[in-house]
């Protein structure tokens, strides 16, 4: 958090989070990183003068730090709480040919001042960078120059290469393991843009491995990314949206790949945006509306009941659309909803929220099961998954938790499992219509409040 935040620190996060911690130890031989705000922060020509800026840090544990620029220069950086920090700028994509400096530090014969250091991966970084390249490797390593001050990766599998003839993406997979095998327990690893120079499918993988690494050596890994083969491949609770607001900036956790990108791409541009928990709850959404509402709104599922008053609140106060709502899940009681809405009032002060919730005082799962009961519903859903036999597909969908419903049903009858939630959901919706009229009644009015207000602008 900064005392003054000039807009070039908004996209200073990751750089910020680096900087919370000081590194002195050293290691005969071999360069740690340590970082200062003159790595990060630099005045070039007709950037603002930020002398007075004061940047504050909380920790998990201890008090909480601030440090100000009352000068040319920061001032006392060195009370940070001691800890190895390693940050992976955007250079690592940087291709060892485009780089003029490398050349100079390592040509093919060494100069008699002295020959690379070399430092390989050892067997298990070996074995995830195979998985994550999809391809046969036998060694892989870094070389570093005489004053460890350059790197260069190289490999060898089927030949043997160097950074200036492998590809981009293996040269940036290699040095990503390479810090996390050398790392040591506890540190903090900070990523820029991990997706940068790899394959969607190589992200994904990559996404698996510092999770492994992570929980192996009790690292902190935090990344910044707009890839959304990386924010899939990791857990809701690992995910943390920053969304802008005026001059600050809003923290929405765990949601959702699909809304964190459609919100930083900014292309919906319906009449109405609903945000609910999950696909499934939304896919029950749609089909309750009619065709005529369902066509000017945009269902966004944003990841945990608790955040979806957040969202809707950053989304009106951002302006992102000509209003929101809320959908919360039918086992939302009216503490949880007066809970989540003080801090989205917070947010969002020129308005209420409006807000619904799905009917059952359940699960939206646990309610289109009770739906199932009805005959019609049970045989659309039947015809939807090419079953013969009705009876079974309730007494399967019975049997299981309200979240294995739609696996459970895909596996049972070898069909996808959107396709089983949308069977599921229009047959619940279906049946279940009267059960909905308060979240389409809610709906269709806002819709018409919106109409009302375009007629009075005209």
């Known amino acids: 958090a900064a005392s003054r935040s000039p807009p070039t620190l908004f996209s200073k996060h990751v750089p910020l989070t680096a900087l919370a911690f000081h590194w002195t130890d050293d290691i005969p031989g071999r360069r740690r990183p340590y970082y200062t705000f003159s790595d990060f922060f630099f005045r070039g020509p007709g950037d ?59 040509p093919s014969k060494p100069r008699s001042s002295g020959r690379p250091l070399s430092a390989a991966l050892n067997a298990h970084s070996t074995e995830a960078l195979c998985r994550i ?84 050596k009790h690292l902190q890994v935090v990344v910044s990314s707009h890839s959304y083969a990386f924010l899939d491949a990791v857990p809701r609770n690992a995910r943390v949206l920053l969304e802008p607001s ?49 066509r000017r709104v945009k269902v966004i599922a944003v990841g945990s009941n608790s955040a979806v008053a957040k969202a809707a609140a950053t ?38 929220i409006a807000w619904a919730k799905l009917p059952g005082n359940c699960s939206p799962e646990e309610w289109t099961v009770s739906q199932l009961a009805n005959p019609g519903a049970l045989s659309t859903v039947a015809t939807e998954l090419g079953a013969d036999n009705h009876q079974a597909i309730l007494e399967q969908a019975r049997a299981v938790a309200e979240h294995d419903i739609v696996f459970t049903l895909a596996q049972a009858y070898n069909v996808d499992e959107w396709a089983v939630q949308s069977a599921l959901c229009k047959a619940a919706a279906q049946a279940g219509h009267s059960d909905l009229n308060p979240v389409v009644t809610k709906v269709v009015q806002l819709l018409d409040k919106h109409v009302g207000q375009q007629a009075g602008a005209s």
């Open 315 to 352: 989304h009106m106060k951002a302006g992102f659309g000509p209003q929101a709502m809320v959908v919360w899940d039918g086992d939302v009681t009216a503490a949880n909803v007066e809970d989540w809405l003080k801090p989205a009032r917070a947010i969002y002060s020129d308005g209420e």
């Open 246 to 294: 005026g001059n600050d900036h809003v923290v929405i956790p765990g949601p959702t790949a699909r809304f964190a990108l459609a919100t930083m791409a900014g292309v919906a541009d319906p009449e109405l945006f609903i945000y609910c928990e999950d696909e499934f709850a939304g896919a029950i959404i749609k089909y309750a509306l009619p065709s005529f509402a369902r």
């Open 133 to 216: 390249m999809r391809r046969p490797y036998t060694t892989a390593g870094v070389l570093s120059s005489a004053e460890s001050k350059y790197t260069l990766r190289r490999c060898s599998g089927s030949s043997l290469c160097s950074g200036f003839n492998m590809g981009t993406g293996e040269d940036i997979v290699i040095g990503v393991l390479y810090v996390l095998q050398e790392c040591p327990p506890g540190s903090l690893v900070v990523i820029e843009e991990i997706e940068v120079g790899l394959h969607p499918e190589a992200t994904s993988r990559l996404a698996e491995e510092l999770q492994v690494a992570a929980l192996a």
């Open 48 to 106: 603002p003068d930020v002398s007075g800026l004061a940047i504050q840090w909380g920790y998990s544990t201890g008090p909480a730090l601030k440090i100000s620029k009352r000068s040319e220069k920061w001032m006392h950086y060195e009370r940070r709480p001691l800890r190895p920090v390693y940050h992976l700028g955007l250079a690592r994509a940087l291709p060892a040919i485009e780089q003029s400096v490398l050349r100079s530090h390592f």
